[in-house]
Protein backbone atom coordinates (compact mmCIF):
# COMPACT_ATOMS: atom_id res chain seq x y z
CA UNK A 1 0.00 0.00 0.00
CA UNK A 2 1.80 3.21 -0.86
CA UNK A 3 -0.06 5.16 1.34
CA UNK A 4 1.02 3.44 4.19
CA UNK A 5 4.09 5.09 5.98
CA UNK A 6 1.22 8.54 6.59
CA UNK A 7 -1.86 5.33 8.09
CA UNK A 8 0.13 2.12 9.52
CA UNK A 9 3.16 4.06 11.67
CA UNK A 10 0.67 6.00 13.67
CA UNK A 11 -1.47 3.04 14.16
CA UNK A 12 1.26 0.80 15.45
CA UNK A 13 2.38 4.31 17.90
CA UNK A 14 -0.44 4.62 19.59
CA UNK A 15 -2.03 1.01 19.16
CA UNK A 16 -3.14 1.45 23.01
CA UNK A 17 -4.83 4.31 22.71
CA UNK A 18 -6.39 3.03 19.30
CA UNK A 19 -7.80 0.39 21.27
CA UNK A 20 -9.13 2.31 23.98
CA UNK A 21 -11.18 4.16 21.58
CA UNK A 22 -12.66 1.50 20.12
CA UNK A 23 -13.53 -0.17 23.36
CA UNK A 24 -15.04 3.30 24.63
CA UNK A 25 -16.81 3.78 21.43
CA UNK A 26 -18.53 0.75 21.54
CA UNK A 27 -19.54 0.68 25.38
CA UNK A 28 -21.08 3.92 24.24
CA UNK A 29 -23.11 2.21 21.73
CA UNK A 30 -23.62 -0.53 23.91
CA UNK A 31 -24.54 1.96 26.75
CA UNK A 32 -27.27 3.76 24.50
CA UNK A 33 -28.31 0.44 23.11
CA UNK A 34 -28.65 -1.05 26.63
CA UNK A 35 -31.12 2.13 27.41
CA UNK A 36 -32.96 1.68 24.85
CA UNK A 37 -33.71 -2.11 25.54
CA UNK A 38 -34.26 -1.59 29.12
CA UNK A 39 -36.33 1.02 28.49
CA UNK A 40 -38.90 -0.76 25.89
CA UNK A 41 -39.01 -3.54 28.65
CA UNK A 42 -39.80 -1.28 31.54
CA UNK A 43 -42.52 0.19 29.54
CA UNK A 44 -44.11 -3.24 27.96
CA UNK A 45 -44.14 -4.60 31.41
CA UNK A 46 -45.24 -1.46 33.14
CA UNK A 47 -48.13 -1.61 30.79
CA UNK A 48 -48.91 -4.95 32.01
CA UNK A 49 -49.79 -3.60 35.59
CA UNK A 50 -47.07 -5.74 37.82
CA UNK A 51 -48.76 -6.21 41.34
CA UNK A 52 -45.76 -4.58 42.84
CA UNK A 53 -43.19 -1.94 41.44
CA UNK A 54 -40.48 -4.50 43.06
CA UNK A 55 -40.89 -6.32 39.88
CA UNK A 56 -40.06 -4.01 37.56
CA UNK A 57 -37.76 -2.28 40.02
CA UNK A 58 -34.31 -3.61 38.57
CA UNK A 59 -35.06 -2.19 35.02
CA UNK A 60 -35.58 1.02 36.54
CA UNK A 61 -31.99 1.12 37.75
CA UNK A 62 -30.85 -0.26 34.92
CA UNK A 63 -32.50 2.50 32.93
CA UNK A 64 -30.32 5.50 35.19
CA UNK A 65 -27.44 2.98 35.14
CA UNK A 66 -27.38 3.32 31.38
CA UNK A 67 -28.36 6.56 30.58
CA UNK A 68 -25.57 7.93 33.26
CA UNK A 69 -22.88 5.33 31.27
CA UNK A 70 -24.08 6.27 28.10
CA UNK A 71 -23.10 10.09 28.44
CA UNK A 72 -19.59 8.96 31.05
CA UNK A 73 -18.77 6.90 27.89
CA UNK A 74 -19.20 9.15 25.13
CA UNK A 75 -17.52 11.84 27.57
CA UNK A 76 -14.36 9.49 27.28
CA UNK A 77 -14.31 8.69 24.06
CA UNK A 78 -14.54 12.05 22.61
CA UNK A 79 -11.65 12.94 25.37
CA UNK A 80 -9.69 10.18 24.23
CA UNK A 81 -10.15 10.21 20.56
CA UNK A 82 -9.64 14.07 20.09
CA UNK A 83 -6.21 13.54 22.23
CA UNK A 84 -5.17 10.87 19.96
CA UNK A 85 -6.35 12.45 16.58
CA UNK A 86 -4.07 16.33 17.70
CA UNK A 87 -1.32 13.75 18.84
CA UNK A 88 -1.28 12.46 15.09
CA UNK A 89 -1.74 16.26 13.81
CA UNK A 90 0.73 17.83 15.33
CA UNK A 91 3.31 14.78 14.46
CA UNK A 92 2.21 14.91 10.91
CA UNK A 93 2.80 18.55 10.47
CA UNK A 94 6.30 18.57 11.86
CA UNK A 95 6.75 15.61 9.18
CA UNK A 96 5.35 17.26 6.56
CA UNK A 97 7.34 20.50 7.51
CA UNK A 98 10.32 18.66 7.62
CA UNK A 99 9.65 17.53 3.95
CA UNK A 100 8.76 21.04 3.05
CA UNK A 101 11.58 22.93 4.15
CA UNK A 102 14.44 20.97 2.37
CA UNK A 103 12.24 21.54 -1.03
CA UNK A 104 12.07 25.04 -1.11
CA UNK A 105 15.32 25.40 -2.47
CA UNK A 106 15.08 22.27 -4.74
CA UNK A 107 11.74 22.44 -6.14
CA UNK A 108 9.16 24.79 -7.72
CA UNK A 109 6.33 24.08 -5.58
CA UNK A 110 3.69 27.02 -5.35
CA UNK A 111 2.93 29.19 -2.42
CA UNK A 112 -1.26 28.24 -2.60
CA UNK A 113 0.29 24.69 -3.49
CA UNK A 114 1.97 23.72 0.05
CA UNK A 115 -0.65 25.94 1.84
CA UNK A 116 -3.21 23.74 0.45
CA UNK A 117 -0.80 20.46 1.85
CA UNK A 118 -0.85 22.17 5.00
CA UNK A 119 -4.12 23.11 5.68
CA UNK A 120 -6.36 21.16 3.84
CA UNK A 121 -4.73 18.06 3.11
CA UNK A 122 -3.16 17.53 6.57
CA UNK A 123 -7.14 18.38 8.28
CA UNK A 124 -8.42 15.95 5.84
CA UNK A 125 -5.94 13.28 6.95
CA UNK A 126 -7.05 14.43 10.47
CA UNK A 127 -10.81 12.82 9.55
CA UNK A 128 -9.56 9.69 8.15
CA UNK A 129 -8.91 8.70 11.28
CA UNK A 130 -11.28 10.20 13.15
CA UNK A 131 -14.46 9.85 10.64
CA UNK A 132 -13.76 7.28 8.48
CA UNK A 133 -10.93 4.11 9.93
CA UNK A 134 -12.13 4.01 13.50
CA UNK A 135 -16.31 4.71 12.51
CA UNK A 136 -16.01 1.91 10.34
CA UNK A 137 -14.06 -0.44 12.52
CA UNK A 138 -15.99 0.08 15.05
CA UNK A 139 -19.24 -0.59 13.17
CA UNK A 140 -17.74 -3.57 11.81
CA UNK A 141 -17.15 -4.79 15.20
CA UNK A 142 -21.02 -4.09 16.47
CA UNK A 143 -22.30 -5.31 13.20
CA UNK A 144 -21.04 -9.29 14.89
CA UNK A 145 -22.12 -8.56 18.01
CA UNK A 146 -25.30 -7.70 17.73
CA UNK A 147 -25.77 -10.24 15.32
CA UNK A 148 -24.25 -12.48 17.78
CA UNK A 149 -26.36 -10.92 20.83
CA UNK A 150 -29.68 -11.68 18.47
CA UNK A 151 -28.74 -15.02 17.80
CA UNK A 152 -29.04 -15.61 21.51
CA UNK A 153 -33.21 -15.10 21.11
CA UNK A 154 -33.76 -16.38 17.81
CA UNK A 155 -31.40 -17.91 14.83
CA UNK A 156 -33.96 -16.56 12.47
CA UNK A 157 -34.22 -13.42 13.44
CA UNK A 158 -30.23 -13.10 13.70
CA UNK A 159 -30.16 -13.54 10.45
CA UNK A 160 -33.01 -11.51 9.15
CA UNK A 161 -31.23 -8.66 10.79
CA UNK A 162 -28.29 -9.27 9.63
CA UNK A 163 -29.15 -8.48 6.09
CA UNK A 164 -30.72 -5.11 6.79
CA UNK A 165 -27.52 -4.34 8.71
CA UNK A 166 -25.24 -5.80 5.93
CA UNK A 167 -27.10 -3.16 3.58
CA UNK A 168 -26.16 -0.27 6.03
CA UNK A 169 -23.22 -1.46 7.16
CA UNK A 170 -21.39 -2.79 3.63
CA UNK A 171 -23.52 -2.66 0.23
CA UNK A 172 -24.83 1.38 0.78
CA UNK A 173 -20.86 2.45 2.14
CA UNK A 174 -19.49 0.37 -1.10
CA UNK A 175 -22.02 2.15 -3.67
CA UNK A 176 -22.04 5.20 -2.44
CA UNK A 177 -18.34 4.76 -2.67
CA UNK A 178 -18.13 3.57 -6.06
CA UNK A 179 -21.19 6.37 -7.41
CA UNK A 180 -19.44 9.46 -5.83
CA UNK A 181 -15.71 8.77 -6.39
CA UNK A 182 -15.00 10.47 -9.20
CA UNK A 183 -17.08 13.74 -8.12
CA UNK A 184 -15.30 13.07 -4.80
CA UNK A 185 -11.92 13.13 -6.60
CA UNK A 186 -12.64 16.20 -8.51
CA UNK A 187 -14.31 18.23 -5.24
CA UNK A 188 -10.85 17.89 -3.72
CA UNK A 189 -8.68 18.98 -6.55
CA UNK A 190 -10.62 21.79 -7.25
CA UNK A 191 -10.30 23.43 -3.75
CA UNK A 192 -6.70 22.85 -3.99
CA UNK A 193 -6.85 24.52 -7.26
CA UNK A 194 -8.70 27.10 -5.55
CA UNK A 195 -6.31 27.56 -2.50
CA UNK A 196 -3.67 28.14 -4.91
CA UNK A 197 -5.78 30.99 -6.90
CA UNK A 198 -6.35 32.36 -3.72
CA UNK A 199 -2.46 32.82 -2.62
CA UNK A 200 -1.78 34.15 -5.66
CA UNK A 201 -4.07 36.92 -5.62
CA UNK A 202 -3.03 37.55 -2.20
CA UNK A 203 0.46 37.69 -2.93
CA UNK A 204 -0.07 39.64 -5.81
CA UNK A 205 -2.75 41.93 -5.27
CA UNK A 206 -0.22 45.06 -5.93
CA UNK A 207 0.52 43.91 -9.87
CA UNK A 208 -3.27 43.14 -10.28
CA UNK A 209 -4.65 46.79 -8.98
CA UNK A 210 -1.78 48.32 -10.80
CA UNK A 211 -2.03 46.29 -13.91
CA UNK A 212 -5.87 47.21 -14.10
CA UNK A 213 -6.62 43.63 -14.35
CA UNK A 214 -8.41 42.81 -10.77
CA UNK A 215 -11.79 42.16 -12.51
CA UNK A 216 -10.15 39.67 -14.58
CA UNK A 217 -8.55 37.55 -11.55
CA UNK A 218 -12.07 38.35 -9.84
CA UNK A 219 -13.98 36.59 -12.92
CA UNK A 220 -11.48 33.58 -12.53
CA UNK A 221 -11.80 33.32 -9.14
CA UNK A 222 -15.36 33.31 -9.65
CA UNK A 223 -15.63 30.97 -12.25
CA UNK A 224 -13.24 28.59 -9.68
CA UNK A 225 -15.69 28.80 -6.71
CA UNK A 226 -19.06 28.56 -8.50
CA UNK A 227 -17.72 25.49 -9.75
CA UNK A 228 -16.80 24.13 -6.82
CA UNK A 229 -19.79 25.75 -5.61
CA UNK A 230 -21.95 22.91 -7.64
CA UNK A 231 -19.44 20.02 -7.21
CA UNK A 232 -20.39 21.10 -3.32
CA UNK A 233 -24.50 20.98 -3.94
CA UNK A 234 -24.25 17.99 -5.85
CA UNK A 235 -22.46 15.76 -3.05
CA UNK A 236 -25.19 17.40 -0.46
CA UNK A 237 -27.90 16.24 -2.79
CA UNK A 238 -26.51 13.01 -3.13
CA UNK A 239 -25.90 12.62 1.02
CA UNK A 240 -29.80 13.69 0.93
CA UNK A 241 -30.72 10.73 -0.58
CA UNK A 242 -28.82 8.43 0.62
CA UNK A 243 -29.49 9.64 4.30
CA UNK A 244 -33.17 8.87 2.99
CA UNK A 245 -32.34 5.89 1.22
CA UNK A 246 -30.96 4.93 4.88
CA UNK A 247 -34.13 5.46 6.40
CA UNK A 248 -36.18 3.87 4.73
CA UNK A 249 -33.78 0.87 4.97
CA UNK A 250 -34.24 1.16 8.52
CA UNK A 251 -37.98 1.87 8.66
CA UNK A 252 -38.21 -1.87 6.82
CA UNK A 253 -36.21 -3.23 9.84
CA UNK A 254 -38.38 -1.93 11.93
CA UNK A 255 -41.50 -2.92 10.47
CA UNK A 256 -40.06 -6.71 9.84
CA UNK A 257 -39.11 -6.80 13.51
CA UNK A 258 -42.64 -5.69 14.36
CA UNK A 259 -43.84 -8.61 12.25
CA UNK A 260 -41.31 -11.26 12.82
CA UNK A 261 -41.65 -10.54 16.73
CA UNK A 262 -45.65 -10.59 16.38
CA UNK A 263 -44.83 -14.14 14.87
CA UNK A 264 -42.51 -14.96 17.57
CA UNK A 265 -44.75 -13.74 19.70
CA UNK A 266 -47.73 -15.53 18.29
CA UNK A 267 -45.42 -19.35 18.21
CA UNK A 268 -44.80 -18.31 21.97
CA UNK A 269 -41.15 -18.56 21.02
CA UNK A 270 -40.61 -14.62 22.15
CA UNK A 271 -41.97 -13.16 25.12
CA UNK A 272 -44.57 -9.79 24.11
CA UNK A 273 -42.17 -7.66 26.56
CA UNK A 274 -39.34 -8.23 24.54
CA UNK A 275 -40.86 -6.85 21.17
CA UNK A 276 -41.01 -2.99 22.03
CA UNK A 277 -37.24 -3.52 23.58
CA UNK A 278 -35.78 -4.99 20.31
CA UNK A 279 -37.40 -2.12 17.74
CA UNK A 280 -36.17 0.60 20.25
CA UNK A 281 -32.56 -1.16 19.99
CA UNK A 282 -33.17 -0.31 16.58
CA UNK A 283 -32.72 3.65 16.60
CA UNK A 284 -28.69 3.95 18.45
CA UNK A 285 -28.22 0.87 16.44
CA UNK A 286 -28.83 2.62 13.06
CA UNK A 287 -27.18 5.54 14.59
CA UNK A 288 -23.66 4.55 14.91
CA UNK A 289 -24.21 2.71 11.33
CA UNK A 290 -25.95 4.92 8.99
CA UNK A 291 -22.68 7.80 8.94
CA UNK A 292 -20.29 4.59 7.49
CA UNK A 293 -21.81 5.14 4.41
CA UNK A 294 -20.61 8.95 4.43
CA UNK A 295 -17.26 8.06 5.99
CA UNK A 296 -16.01 5.41 2.80
CA UNK A 297 -17.74 8.03 0.68
CA UNK A 298 -14.77 10.42 1.43
CA UNK A 299 -11.75 7.83 0.61
CA UNK A 300 -11.31 9.18 -2.93
CA UNK A 301 -11.25 12.89 -1.09
CA UNK A 302 -8.53 11.36 1.36
CA UNK A 303 -6.75 9.29 -1.53
CA UNK A 304 -6.19 12.93 -3.35
CA UNK A 305 -5.00 14.53 -0.35
CA UNK A 306 -2.61 11.32 0.38
CA UNK A 307 -1.10 11.92 -3.41
CA UNK A 308 -0.24 15.31 -3.10
CA UNK A 309 1.03 14.27 0.37
CA UNK A 310 2.73 11.45 -0.75
CA UNK A 311 4.08 13.35 -4.15
CA UNK A 312 6.14 15.74 -1.30
CA UNK A 313 7.54 12.84 0.26
CA UNK A 314 8.70 11.13 -3.33
CA UNK A 315 10.58 14.70 -3.85
CA UNK A 316 11.87 14.55 -0.52
CA UNK A 317 13.36 10.98 -0.82
CA UNK A 318 14.74 12.27 -4.19
CA UNK A 319 16.35 15.05 -2.82
CA UNK A 320 17.99 13.27 0.09
CA UNK A 321 18.92 10.39 -2.25
CA UNK A 322 21.35 12.39 -3.94
CA UNK A 323 22.94 13.71 -0.63
CA UNK A 324 23.05 10.05 0.90
CA UNK A 325 25.57 9.58 -2.13
CA UNK A 326 27.68 12.13 -0.91
CA UNK A 327 29.72 11.89 2.04
CA UNK A 328 29.48 14.19 4.83
CA UNK A 329 32.39 15.96 6.05
CA UNK A 330 33.69 18.28 9.03
CA UNK A 331 35.11 21.85 7.45
CA UNK A 332 38.95 21.42 7.82
CA UNK A 333 39.72 24.79 6.30
CA UNK A 334 40.12 28.22 7.70
CA UNK A 335 36.97 29.80 9.01
CA UNK A 336 38.16 33.49 8.78
CA UNK A 337 39.52 32.72 4.78
CA UNK A 338 37.55 30.86 2.38
CA UNK A 339 38.48 30.13 -1.18
CA UNK A 340 35.37 29.65 -3.30
CA UNK A 341 36.12 27.69 -6.81
CA UNK A 342 33.29 26.50 -9.50
CA UNK A 343 34.17 23.59 -11.59
CA UNK A 344 32.49 23.04 -14.62
CA UNK A 345 29.29 23.29 -13.13
CA UNK A 346 26.01 22.38 -14.78
CA UNK A 347 22.63 21.65 -13.32
CA UNK A 348 18.78 21.08 -14.28
CA UNK A 349 15.94 20.71 -12.20
CA UNK A 350 14.53 17.15 -11.79
CA UNK A 351 11.26 17.85 -13.93
CA UNK A 352 13.05 19.58 -16.79
CA UNK A 353 14.69 18.51 -19.75
CA UNK A 354 17.33 21.92 -20.20
CA UNK A 355 19.85 22.66 -18.03
CA UNK A 356 19.77 26.36 -15.92
CA UNK A 357 23.26 26.40 -15.74
CA UNK A 358 25.47 25.24 -17.84
CA UNK A 359 29.56 24.72 -17.58
CA UNK A 360 30.14 27.45 -15.18
CA UNK A 361 33.67 28.02 -13.91
CA UNK A 362 34.95 31.08 -11.96
CA UNK A 363 36.93 31.63 -8.37
CA UNK A 364 36.11 34.13 -5.64
CA UNK A 365 38.62 34.36 -3.10
CA UNK A 366 38.82 35.97 0.06
CA UNK A 367 37.86 39.75 0.47
CA UNK A 368 37.17 39.70 -3.14
CA UNK A 369 33.70 40.98 -4.52
CA UNK A 370 31.94 39.90 -7.51
CA UNK A 371 28.96 40.48 -9.54
CA UNK A 372 25.99 38.56 -11.24
CA UNK A 373 24.26 39.94 -13.55
CA UNK A 374 21.12 38.80 -15.86
CA UNK A 375 17.83 39.00 -16.87
CA UNK A 376 14.68 37.31 -14.73
CA UNK A 377 15.49 33.57 -15.67
CA UNK A 378 18.69 33.43 -16.57
CA UNK A 379 20.28 31.60 -13.65
CA UNK A 380 21.31 33.62 -10.87
CA UNK A 381 19.59 32.44 -7.90
CA UNK A 382 20.02 28.89 -8.98
CA UNK A 383 24.01 29.77 -8.87
CA UNK A 384 23.35 31.03 -5.46
CA UNK A 385 21.74 27.91 -3.79
CA UNK A 386 24.69 25.99 -5.70
CA UNK A 387 27.20 27.85 -4.22
CA UNK A 388 25.20 27.72 -0.42
CA UNK A 389 25.03 23.40 -1.32
CA UNK A 390 21.15 23.67 -1.16
CA UNK A 391 21.35 22.23 -5.10
CA UNK A 392 24.12 19.90 -5.79
CA UNK A 393 25.30 20.04 -9.51
CA UNK A 394 24.38 17.83 -12.09
CA UNK A 395 27.97 18.29 -13.34
CA UNK A 396 30.80 19.59 -11.60
CA UNK A 397 31.49 20.63 -8.01
CA UNK A 398 31.62 23.79 -6.06
CA UNK A 399 34.42 24.06 -3.06
CA UNK A 400 34.99 25.91 -0.50
CA UNK A 401 39.01 26.07 0.12
CA UNK A 402 39.26 22.68 -1.76
CA UNK A 403 36.34 20.75 0.22
CA UNK A 404 32.98 20.40 -1.77
CA UNK A 405 30.50 22.29 -0.90
CA UNK A 406 28.20 19.23 -0.89
CA UNK A 407 30.08 17.42 1.84
CA UNK A 408 30.47 19.78 4.14
CA UNK A 409 27.15 21.05 3.83
CA UNK A 410 26.53 21.12 7.48
CA UNK A 411 28.84 23.81 7.87
CA UNK A 412 27.89 25.89 5.15
CA UNK A 413 25.82 28.14 7.52
CA UNK A 414 28.95 28.90 9.17
CA UNK A 415 30.80 30.09 6.07
CA UNK A 416 28.10 32.01 3.95
CA UNK A 417 24.79 34.04 4.76
CA UNK A 418 22.18 35.29 2.73
CA UNK A 419 20.73 39.12 2.65
CA UNK A 420 17.44 38.44 -0.14
CA UNK A 421 15.44 40.55 -1.41
CA UNK A 422 12.66 39.75 1.00
CA UNK A 423 14.17 38.50 4.32
CA UNK A 424 11.44 36.80 6.39
CA UNK A 425 10.98 38.98 9.90
CA UNK A 426 9.45 36.93 12.58
CA UNK A 427 6.41 38.11 14.53
CA UNK A 428 8.38 38.46 17.56
CA UNK A 429 10.95 41.27 19.29
CA UNK A 430 13.88 42.94 17.45
CA UNK A 431 16.46 41.57 19.45
CA UNK A 432 15.00 38.16 18.78
CA UNK A 433 14.90 38.71 15.30
CA UNK A 434 18.58 39.46 15.62
CA UNK A 435 19.65 36.93 17.48
CA UNK A 436 18.65 34.11 15.02
CA UNK A 437 21.65 34.56 13.69
CA UNK A 438 24.12 34.12 16.31
CA UNK A 439 22.17 33.01 20.07
CA UNK A 440 25.32 33.68 21.53
CA UNK A 441 25.80 37.51 20.83
CA UNK A 442 25.90 40.14 23.41
CA UNK A 443 23.06 42.68 24.13
CA UNK A 444 26.47 44.95 23.05
CA UNK A 445 27.32 43.00 20.10
CA UNK A 446 22.97 43.13 18.69
CA UNK A 447 23.12 47.10 19.69
CA UNK A 448 26.86 47.41 18.13
CA UNK A 449 25.31 45.75 14.44
CA UNK A 450 22.60 47.63 14.71
CA UNK A 451 24.88 50.93 15.07
CA UNK A 452 26.53 49.61 11.56
CA UNK A 453 23.49 49.36 9.75
CA UNK A 454 22.03 53.13 11.55
CA UNK A 455 19.02 50.90 12.99
CA UNK A 456 20.13 52.05 16.55
CA UNK A 457 18.48 55.64 17.49
CA UNK A 458 15.10 54.25 15.60
CA UNK A 459 14.74 51.03 17.72
CA UNK A 460 15.71 52.55 20.60
CA UNK A 461 13.30 55.41 20.32
CA UNK A 462 10.32 52.91 19.87
CA UNK A 463 8.24 52.49 22.97
CA UNK A 464 9.76 48.95 24.41
CA UNK A 465 12.81 49.79 22.13
CA UNK A 466 14.20 46.51 21.06
CA UNK A 467 11.29 44.34 22.69
CA UNK A 468 9.12 46.02 20.59
CA UNK A 469 6.89 43.36 18.15
CA UNK A 470 8.53 43.74 14.64
CA UNK A 471 4.74 42.41 13.22
CA UNK A 472 3.47 39.91 10.88
CA UNK A 473 7.10 39.87 8.27
CA UNK A 474 8.15 42.81 9.69
CA UNK A 475 5.48 44.65 8.98
CA UNK A 476 5.99 47.35 11.66
CA UNK A 477 8.63 49.06 9.78
CA UNK A 478 9.67 50.03 5.85
CA UNK A 479 11.38 48.13 3.33
CA UNK A 480 14.56 49.74 3.63
CA UNK A 481 14.18 49.13 7.25
CA UNK A 482 13.61 45.53 7.12
CA UNK A 483 16.55 45.14 4.64
CA UNK A 484 19.20 46.99 7.36
CA UNK A 485 17.28 45.07 9.98
CA UNK A 486 18.05 41.58 7.43
CA UNK A 487 21.80 42.74 7.17
CA UNK A 488 22.40 43.21 10.86
CA UNK A 489 21.39 39.83 11.71
CA UNK A 490 24.08 38.75 8.91
CA UNK A 491 26.79 40.86 10.61
CA UNK A 492 25.63 38.64 13.48
CA UNK A 493 26.19 35.71 11.83
CA UNK A 494 30.29 36.86 11.28
CA UNK A 495 30.66 34.48 7.96
CA UNK A 496 33.54 35.49 5.56
CA UNK A 497 31.27 34.99 2.43
CA UNK A 498 27.73 37.54 2.11
CA UNK A 499 25.53 36.34 -1.21
CA UNK A 500 22.98 39.76 -1.82
CA UNK A 501 20.40 38.12 -3.78
CA UNK A 502 18.75 41.44 -4.93
CA UNK A 503 18.63 42.96 -1.73
CA UNK A 504 17.66 46.63 -3.10
CA UNK A 505 14.57 45.12 -5.05
CA UNK A 506 11.29 47.02 -4.70
CA UNK A 507 12.94 49.90 -3.19
CA UNK A 508 13.19 53.29 -4.30
CA UNK A 509 15.86 55.12 -5.53
CA UNK A 510 17.08 56.82 -2.20
CA UNK A 511 16.60 53.95 -0.29
CA UNK A 512 18.50 51.89 -2.59
CA UNK A 513 21.79 54.07 -2.81
CA UNK A 514 21.57 54.87 1.34
CA UNK A 515 21.46 50.86 1.59
CA UNK A 516 24.23 49.68 -0.96
CA UNK A 517 26.43 52.74 0.98
CA UNK A 518 25.10 50.86 4.01
CA UNK A 519 26.59 47.20 2.73
CA UNK A 520 29.51 48.00 1.11
CA UNK A 521 30.72 49.96 4.15
CA UNK A 522 29.87 47.06 6.94
CA UNK A 523 30.74 44.23 4.55
CA UNK A 524 34.16 46.16 3.46
CA UNK A 525 36.30 42.71 4.73
CA UNK A 526 33.95 40.20 3.51
CA UNK A 527 33.36 37.93 0.28
CA UNK A 528 30.74 39.82 -1.87
CA UNK A 529 28.98 37.96 -4.06
CA UNK A 530 25.99 39.79 -5.23
CA UNK A 531 23.58 38.92 -7.70
CA UNK A 532 21.42 41.85 -9.63
CA UNK A 533 19.65 43.00 -12.61
CA UNK A 534 20.75 46.32 -12.97
CA UNK A 535 24.11 48.22 -12.68
CA UNK A 536 23.59 50.60 -9.66
CA UNK A 537 26.90 50.34 -8.03
CA UNK A 538 28.98 48.01 -10.09
CA UNK A 539 32.20 50.38 -10.38
CA UNK A 540 32.95 49.17 -6.44
CA UNK A 541 33.02 45.49 -7.84
CA UNK A 542 36.37 43.38 -8.79
CA UNK A 543 34.27 41.11 -11.64
CA UNK A 544 31.34 40.85 -12.87
CA UNK A 545 29.78 37.98 -14.35
CA UNK A 546 27.18 38.21 -16.98
CA UNK A 547 24.81 35.11 -17.23
CA UNK A 548 22.46 34.63 -20.39
CA UNK A 549 20.92 31.22 -20.57
CA UNK A 550 22.62 30.10 -18.22
CA UNK A 551 26.40 30.69 -19.35
CA UNK A 552 28.70 33.22 -18.74
CA UNK A 553 27.89 35.96 -21.66
CA UNK A 554 30.43 38.78 -20.83
CA UNK A 555 33.16 38.75 -18.11
CA UNK A 556 35.68 41.58 -16.67
CA UNK A 557 36.25 44.24 -14.13
CA UNK A 558 33.54 47.62 -13.95
CA UNK A 559 35.94 49.82 -16.26
CA UNK A 560 37.25 46.97 -18.50
CA UNK A 561 33.55 46.32 -19.74
CA UNK A 562 32.67 49.78 -20.15
CA UNK A 563 35.77 50.67 -22.60
CA UNK A 564 35.12 47.52 -24.60
CA UNK A 565 31.52 45.86 -24.34
CA UNK A 566 28.67 47.65 -26.27
CA UNK A 567 25.92 45.72 -24.78
CA UNK A 568 27.43 46.82 -21.45
CA UNK A 569 27.37 49.79 -22.26
CA UNK A 570 23.82 50.35 -22.67
CA UNK A 571 23.10 48.47 -20.01
CA UNK A 572 25.14 51.31 -17.67
CA UNK A 573 23.69 53.92 -19.34
CA UNK A 574 19.79 52.83 -18.53
CA UNK A 575 20.75 52.54 -14.79
CA UNK A 576 22.46 56.00 -15.09
CA UNK A 577 20.32 57.94 -17.43
CA UNK A 578 21.81 61.48 -16.37
CA UNK A 579 25.64 60.38 -16.15
CA UNK A 580 24.75 59.36 -20.26
CA UNK A 581 23.71 62.67 -21.15
Given at each position: ???????W????TY??????????????????C??M?T?GY?????SL??????L?????????T???????????E???S????????A???T????L????????R???????A???E?????Q?L?????????S??????I???????????F??L???????L???M???????M?????????SK??L????T???????????S?????????????ED????????LK?W???????????????????I????????????????????????????E?????S?????????EE?L?????M???????????K?T???PY???????SLK???V???Y??E?ES??????FQV??????AI??K???????????????LL??????Q????S??????????????????????????A???L?????A?K????????Q??????V??????????M???G??????????????????????I????????G?DT?T?????????????D???????????GM?K?D?????????I????????????????Q???E??????S?
Amino acid sequence: MKYKSWIWPYFKTYKYRIFSILLLSLLTIGSACALMFTSGYLISASSLRPETILLVYVPIVLVRTFGLSRAAFRYAERLVSHDFILRILAKMRTRLYHLIEPLVATSRYRTGDVLAVLAEDIESLQDLFLRTILPTISAVILYVISIVALGFFSLKFACLIAIYLFLLVVVMPLFSLWHMKAANQRYKSSKAQLYAKVTDGFLGVADWVLSGQQQSFFHSYNKTEDELDRMDRKLKLWTYYRELIGQFIVAGLIVTMIWFGASLFADKELAGVFIAAFILVVFPLSEALLPVSNAVEKIPQFEESLNRVQEMENNWESVNEKKKHTLSLPYKGSWDSVSLKVEHVSFRYSNEEESVIHDLSFQVEQGKKIAILGKSGAGKSTLLKLLQGSLLPTEGTVQLNGQSVAEVREDVPKLISVLNQNPYLFNTSVANNLLLANEEATKEEVIEAMKQVNMHSLVKGLHQGYQTSMLETGQRFSGGERQRIALARVLLQRTPIVMLDEPTAGLDTVTEKSLLSTIFETLHDKTLIWVTHNLVGMEKMDEILFLQDGKIAIRGTHEELLATNSHYQKLYELDHPVKSL
